[in-house]
């Protein structure tokens, strides 16, 4: 076998872009809906979680606790979408795995559109009465289904048309694309509460944000059903000559190459891919990315309605917030996927996760302090949103390192999934949950704080050379 076999040439650079785009699109649509989510989880807990529906930005309280309970209860349907994820990246990996990339991305997307516009045109609670939750929350399992399988799929497209050297910064998109769809999400919210009165935006302007979702989706579809497979086309079923583990195979030599004692070895050892060993490789990648999941929500998600219900802003102000913070998040991402291709993985994330656990009080502080100025605060979600970058930007190429190409789909997909599901998806339960029975107004920080604290000893089993394996 020759080297030309063992480490094929790059994609036509035109071919790889392609690939990129049609990658980054759904990532865009679906981050953009579960941003305007996250916004929105006042006025969607006034139209849906209240017995009298809600008109106003007073009226999702009715007595002693109310908003807080209501808000919870808003909170519990986003963290059940989060537990059907997993799901979605086994059904939607096994398919990208068994029947090509192109034919899972195009499925996911087409389901996240169809769900995200009809929950725009969903009658409240006061229009159907208490089937108006049931049917919300059911839109929000299909986009949890969805979602599951887009991650998986996407990675997967990026990474392996990435040029030598250059599966970090390709990776980064997928994250890159996730800050500019939360980010399209709070822009949007807040020009809707800029221009709108609130018994507007209440009554019908909410809808807007999820309704633009279709031709964003549309966009996103036709860009992915003309999507080439990623070189070599769908990969082999297991068992057949050039899978993964089959003797003298492609996949064999590939794995032959990894020197003894890395990373990828531990996770997956040559001529081997047993369920026992992917567990355990999904476990770890739960483990590194578990900071990025918990932090990443605690600041950029849960954030607005956090400074509403604990400290008191405004709902402009909130979402004012909302946008630096993204706009912090968005700026380091490219940039810290492309250092871990120089440096490698482990640095970066590692001085992510490091940093959020070091810095997540301090930043709260200042957002808390009577005193801050404008800038002040800026400056503090801004920093808050980079942190969580530097570990967005490597997580999606380290991830994809880790598992060979015929269960890269579902493996990946599913350690963001499950990571997610415990750590991204409980983040507005919790925070909110825990800061009204104890009146603490630090638990987000305290949640992004031990999240990546305990995310640290994964990152370190990285390899300083992981990043420069070619893929298996």
């Known amino acids: 076998m020759t080297t030309t076999d063992l480490h094929p040439a790059p994609p036509p650079h035109a071919a790889a872009r392609r690939a990129l785009l049609a990658g980054s699109a759904g990532n865009l649509v679906e981050w953009y809906e579960f941003g305007v989510y996250g916004c929105f989880a006042t006025v969607i807990a006034a139209n849906f979680f209240t017995v009298h529906g809600g ?25 059940l979408a989060f537990f059907f994820r997993p799901v979605g990246a086994l059904l939607f990996g096994r398919i990208g795995d068994r029947y090509g990339r192109r034919t899972a991305l195009v499925l996911v997307i087409g389901l996240m559109t169809l769900a995200t516009t009809l929950i725009g045109l969903l009658p409240t609670r006061a229009d159907i009465g208490a089937a108006a939750p049931w049917l919300l929350t059911f839109l929000r399992v299909v986009q949890g289904l969805s979602a599951g399988g887009e991650f998986g799929g996407a990675v997967s497209v990026m990474v392996e048309y990435a040029p030598p050297g250059r599966r970090g910064l390709y990776g980064a998109w997928q994250s890159f694309t996730v800050a500019l769809g939360l980010l399209a999400g709070a822009a949007t919210a807040a020009a809707l509460a800029t221009v709108l009165p609130a018994a507007a935006l209440y ?27 990623p070189p070599g086309g769908p990969p082999p079923a297991p068992g057949s000559a050039g899978s993964v583990g089959s003797a003298g195979s492609v996949g064999s030599a590939n794995e032959a190459t990894a020197p003894a004692g890395s990373a990828n070895e531990a996770t997956a050892p040559a001529g081997s891919a047993t369920v026992r060993e992917q567990v355990r490789a999904v476990g770890l990648g739960i483990g590194r990315i578990m900071g990025w999941s918990a932090a990443g929500y605690a600041f950029l998600v849960v954030l607005p309605s956090h400074l509403q219900s604990a400290l008191g802003a405004s709902f402009r102000d909130a979402l004012l917030a909302t946008t630096l913070v993204n706009l912090g998040f968005a700026a380091s991402i490219l940039p810290a996927g492309l250092l871990s291709d120089r440096v490698g993985r482990r640095p970066v994330m590692l001085g992510g996760a490091l940093g959020v656990a070091v810095s997540a009080f301090p930043l709260l502080h200042v957002l808390q302090s009577p005193g801050a100025s404008p800038q002040a605060r800026a400056a503090a979600v801004l920093a808050a949103g980079a942190l969580v970058g530097l570990l967005a930007g490597p997580g999606p190429a380290m991830l994809a390192e880790m598992f060979p190409r015929r269960v890269r789909c579902t493996g990946l997909g599913l350690s963001y ?29 305290l949640y992004a704080a031990t999240a990546c604290a305990l995310s640290a000893p994964a990152l370190l089993t990285l390899r300083a050379d992981d990043h420069r394996e070619p893929l298996r």
């Open 55 to 79: 008109s106003g930005a007073g009226s999702a309280a009715e007595g002693p606790g109310g908003e807080a309970e209501v808000l919870v209860a808003t909170y519990a349907s986003f963290a």
């Open 417 to 445: 999934a499950l990571a997610n599901a415990v750590f991204s998806g409980c983040a507005g339960l919790f925070v909110t949950a825990l800061t009204a029975r104890t009146g603490n107004t630090a638990v987000p920080a």
């Open 203 to 229: 009554a019908w302007g909410w809808r807007i944000p999820f309704l633009l979702a279709l031709p964003l989706g549309l966009v996103a579809l036709w860009l992915r059903t003309a999507l080439e497979e």
